[in-house]
């Protein structure tokens, strides 16, 4: 199936620790994208990439490194992680670089949970 | 001020009814509105997408604009069970049409 897939589903992990999440596409799309949705369900850009290359740094904390291998991927790194980082984070992508020329397609997300 | 404030609900109605979900934004130079729509444990999902003042209609879904009061809308006729979920307002940034902004979404439970 066409689609942004990302993987694990849900993360726990106690605070400190070091995680990754990763993203594929195989829409063929051009710019991906990482977004926080935090418990009040409000979401927020994080990230984007263009091509492998960061179009959008959001001010996160630097212990957030994204990493673009090619363009169907788009992993996200996070370092020490605290208890305020818990929530879902989602994968999405868009055929091109600005968020008006094409929809944004999402991924299922993943639940992190920090103990 | 929030770039996109939405009331965050929830709202419960009967099936068939019609439901109006609504968001306020603060930049009078926004052109492009978008409704995501995320049901639960999903990803949002693009619904309806407008550009500048006026309706648009899909199905049982009307978007609609109103520049002058800052003010989007979103309409359901005939609502049914299958609509129940979050529905989410959108719009590229001040920053630049490449960044979207949110809003916090509308929970809503359509009841059999």
């Known amino acids: 199936d066409t689609a942004v897939s990302q993987t694990p589903k849900y993360l726990v992990t106690q605070m400190g620790n070091d995680k990754s999440i990763k993203c594929e596409q195989n829409?063929?799309?051009?710019?991906m994208y990482w977004y926080k949705q935090d418990s009040k369900k409000f979401l927020k850009i994080m990230f984007s990439?263009?091509?492998?290359?960061?179009?959008i740094n959001e001010t996160v904390p630097n212990r957030f490194s994204p990493k673009s291998p090619d363009k169907a991927h788009l992993n996200l790194h996070i370092n020490s992680l605290e208890l305020g980082d818990s929530a879902v984070y989602f994968c999405?992508?868009?055929?091109?670089?600005?968020?008006?020329?094409?929809?944004?397609?999402f991924g299922n997300g993943t639940r992190l949970t920090v103990t | 001020q929030k770039e996109v404030e939405q009331d965050p609900g929830p709202l419960s109605v009967p099936e068939g009814a019609i439901v109006s979900l609504n968001c306020t934004y603060s930049?009078?130079?926004?052109?492009?509105f978008m409704w995501y729509r995320q049901y639960s444990r999903k990803g949002p999902e693009l619904l309806m997408y407008?550009?500048?003042?006026g309706n648009k209609e899909d199905g049982r879904f009307t978007a609609q604009v109103d520049k002058s009061s800052k003010y989007i809308s979103l309409f359901i006729r005939d609502s049914q069970p299958s609509d129940s979920a979050t529905y989410l307002c959108?719009?590229?940034?001040?920053?630049?049409?490449?960044?979207?902004?949110f809003g916090k979404g509308t929970k809503l439970t359509v009841n059999p």
């Open positions: 990439y263009n091509n492998k290359e960061l179009i």
């Open positions: 407008t550009y500048s003042s």
């Open positions: 829409l063929g799309h051009d710019t």
């Open positions: 959108a719009t590229p940034s001040e920053g630049g049409s490449e960044k979207l902004v």
């Open positions: 930049n009078s130079a926004f052109q492009y």
């Open positions: 999405a992508s868009s055929q091109g670089q600005g968020a008006t020329s094409s929809p944004l397609h």
